[in-house]
């Protein structure tokens, strides 16, 4: 059965290869035998598309053997640099995956080593691996039913498409305000841009009578950092004799070729650090404190509530280069007027296109914003036998409300109830029916066998639950929700340490539940960052680094 690839004798097997590949690779070698029996093993007549999970050598046997090209679409490549492929029926994404099978390559001393890689190519008998892949065939091979996820199945449609304002090519209007290559995902090396324009330095005592082009700072160590000179600011004698105490021989003045720098493209950093406040602020919920200082725009928050920084466009804003931009941590709780972030131009002057490419990022989502808590009417629901039949004396009644009450909200009721699955989810039920939109349990989720609480939530209609954070102290915390009459309600689950640490997780998700942000497994994942406490004797919680 080994003599035979897709219909081709093995010697014209390896002639095809050569022709198309360069070279008879041993890895489209055995690829013949991959697609060929996944090929097999497809029920007759099937239309199917491919997937390679290697983007070397396995796409090109799947292309010589297949109707499957990637230029057609129909072979995808899923890099995962492990040697195997699918083939699917390309409608219902059924099919089979066949991979080179470490697991059976004992008998084939050639193959396993050019496989894991240990001997060096110089060192490798290319006939006798040849030789060996011959007699191999498919023994080497491990097939398996697989269902291809959704995304890979059918067409895939790119949607509208715009032209990108900055390279004025098309692209899928999907990706955002500018196209990928101009958001910096190109493979090309940045085209160097001079970053400081042609402008002319004046010499101080040259300068009387001419305005400044830019804000200058003063720093006396521990007494004053501040502006001593503003753009704008006409030099008298004396300025110019302070200027030289400051340690300044020479100065950008305001003259013509200043002045003709905008025509040419440049920005002065004052008006970078406009509009960058102009486009961040656009939302309201963020404010400018007032005209740029030193090229630096500070903003600060419109309102009380959680700062919430969209991270991703933070951190691709500040690959821009010559543009900066530092925030306080998302998910902090701020008041109005609190400062949560400055930007600024790096150099006096912003090549124009930098500009743009930092405006496009930011209209497309807003990166900062303050998000209000809602004032939440909460039903406190305390499970535990021990405390329902007074054997303990509840002590989570007055913690949780000093937690709620502390973020605006009010406890509307509190239900006392035992480990009882049917007692719990009555109790859920008659504290929504009194109008809590926000349930809030407290214990019974460790793993006893008495701790029934979550499965009476999920008797209750608990649903998109996410059961255990990456947040210590409190890692079995609990957040979903609850369709109660029409309404949806708010859940989570109070782990029993909440009793014992003054700070856990609980402390982290609750006002983050308030101010609505999505809190689905992949939202909370990256709390997990951060998410460690240090459980200090005297905590000083959130002015440390917990949940950041
Ligand atoms: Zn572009």
Request: glycine share 10%; charged share 20%.
């Amino acid at each position: 059965m080994s003599e035979y690839v897709g219909g081709y004798s093995f010697d014209d097997y390896l002639r095809l290869i050569s022709n198309f590949h360069s070279y008879p690779a041993p890895g489209l070698i055995v690829g013949g035998y991959m697609v060929e029996m996944a090929k097999r093993h497809m029920p007759p007549k099937v239309l199917f598309d491919a997937i390679s999970e290697a983007a070397s050598c396995l796409p090109d046997a799947i292309q010589l053997l297949t109707p499957c090209t990637v230029g057609n679409g129909w072979l995808k490549i899923v890099n995962l640099d492990r040697y195997a492929l699918s083939l699917f029926d390309k409608y219902t994404g059924e099919g089979v995956r066949v991979f080179l099978d470490p697991a059976k390559l004992e008998a084939f001393p050639q193959i396993r080593d050019w496989y894991l890689k240990r001997k060096t190519k110089k060192e490798q008998d290319s006939d006798a691996l040849r030789a060996e892949m011959r007699a191999a065939g498919e023994a080497v091979l491990t097939l398996t039913p697989v269902q291809v996820a959704s995304k890979y199945v059918g067409k895939s449609s790119k949607g509208p498409i715009s032209i990108c304002p900055l390279c004025h090519e098309a692209y899928p209007k999907a990706h955002g305000g500018i196209c990928k290559g101009c958001q910096g995902q190109d493979p090309y090396e940045a085209v160097a841009v001079e970053s400081r324009p042609p402008l002319r330095a004046v010499a101080v005592e040259q300068a009387v009578g001419q305005a400044v082009l830019h804000d200058m700072t003063r720093i006396v160590p521990g007494r004053s950092k501040g502006a001593e000179f503003t753009a704008g600011q006409v030099l008298s004698v004396g300025d110019v004799c302070r200027l030289q105490h400051m340690g300044k021989n020479r100065i950008y003045v305001q003259d013509d070729e200043a002045a003709a720098l905008g025509a040419e493209g440049w920005v002065h950093e004052d008006t970078v650090a406009e509009r960058l406040t102009r486009s961040l602020c656009r939302e309201g919920s963020v404010v400018s404190a007032g005209a740029p200082r030193e090229g630096k725009a500070q903003l600060l928050a419109g309102r009380d509530g959680l700062l919430a920084v969209d991270v991703a466009t933070l951190e691709r804003f500040n690959l821009l280069g010559q543009v900066v931009c530092a925030t306080r941590h998302h998910g902090s709780l701020v008041r109005a007027g609190q400062p949560v972030a400055a930007t600024r131009a790096v150099p006096l002057y912003l090549p124009g296109a930098t500009l743009a490419k930092a405006l496009a990022l930011l209209d497309m989502n807003p990166m900062l914003r303050v998000l209000p808590l809602r004032k939440a009417r909460v039903g406190l629901l305390i499970t535990g036998s021990e405390v329902f039949t007074g054997l303990i004396e509840d002590r989570f009644e007055p913690t949780m409300r000093a937690k709620v009450e502390a973020l605006g909200s009010e406890v509307l009721g509190t239900a006392l109830v035992p480990d009882d699955r049917q007692a719990i989810a009555d109790a859920a039920a008659r504290l929504l029916d009194a109008g809590a939109d926000l349930l809030v349990t407290t214990a019974g989720l460790s793993v006893d066998p008495d701790d029934v609480t979550r499965q009476a939530l999920l008797d209750a209609g608990l649903r998109d639950e996410v059961f255990g954070l990456p947040v210590a102290p409190g890692n079995m915390a609990l957040v979903g929700r609850m369709l109660h009459q029409g309404r949806e309600v708010q859940v989570l689950g109070v782990p029993a340490c909440a009793l014992f640490h003054a700070t856990t997780s609980i402390d982290v998700l609750l006002p983050r539940l308030l101010a609505g942000l999505p809190l689905e497994r992949r939202d909370l994942a990256g709390l997990g960052h951060g998410g460690l406490c240090l459980e200090c004797p005297s905590c000083v919680y959130p002015h440390c680094p917990f949940g950041k």
